[in-house]
């Protein structure tokens, strides 16, 4: 699996989500071996949450239709980093018996948060060449915005790399990462104090009554 596990397919793979029909409110494509499924997973909920953030921004339209885009948030942005540790977790399992060196050094990033950058980083790519593609804005915003974009473009180049540089050094024993639980509190409604404050609080009216 790790062998096709490269910065370059994966930016290609995140480009043609972005450029599928109905994706990515269609369902998944196909079946995908080891972290590959939730690689599009997790490109799935950062583009859902891409454009709810994008719809949580209108001012043209009452604070039920934001709330509810602040929940949908809540959730893609939960599911998003579940499909980070899921990937993390299928990329350790393939390198189970490719052991750390004495002395090799602990990567602060795992390999599944730097999937999610690019996969952000392929949003903002798409997102931006549309700008500059636009027939209703000035020459102004549209230097502005290639500007922007070659900025990017190198980014995912320079991230890229440093992903290829970390698989191929823990393949070689020479660096390891661990996976990294998230544990959003705020969606936890054990954890949110305003959550489970606001059922002690009806427990406590109801004995009340």
């Known amino acids: 699996m790790l062998k096709d596990l490269t910065a370059s397919s994966l930016t ?23 972290a590959w499924l939730w690689i599009e997973a997790n490109h799935r909920y950062n583009t859902l949450l891409w454009n709810e953030e994008d719809k949580a921004r209108r001012t043209d339209v009452g604070p039920s239709e934001i709330a509810a885009c602040k929940r949908l948030i809540d959730q893609y942005n939960q ?16 390198l189970e018996d490719c052991q750390p060196e004495s ?11 730097m999937i999610d950058r ?11 060449r549309e ?34 540089q970390l698989l191929a050094d823990a393949q070689e024993g020479r660096a390891y990462f661990k996976v990294y639980r998230q544990f959003k509190m705020y969606n936890d409604p054990t954890l949110n104090p305003y959550l489970y404050g606001t059922r002690q609080r009806a427990v ?3 004995v009340a009554t």
């Open 103 to 113: 002395g090799a050094r602990l990567n602060s990033e795992t390999a599944g948060a």
């Open 12 to 34: 290609q793979f995140h480009d043609e989500m972005l450029a599928t029909a109905g994706w990515p409110s269609s369902q998944p494509l196909a079946e995908r071996p080891g």
């Open 79 to 94: 599911k998003r980093n579940d499909a980070v540790e899921a990937i993390d977790e299928a990329i350790l399992s393939a």
């Open 131 to 164: 700008q500059t593609q636009r027939v209703d804005a000035g020459p102004e915003h549209i230097a502005k915005c290639s500007e922007k974009l070659q900025r990017l473009i190198i980014q995912r180049q320079d991230l890229g790399a440093c992903f290829n």
């Open 204 to 206: 406590a009216g109801g």
């Open 118 to 128: 690019l996969s952000i980083l392929s949003l903002k790519i798409f997102h931006m």
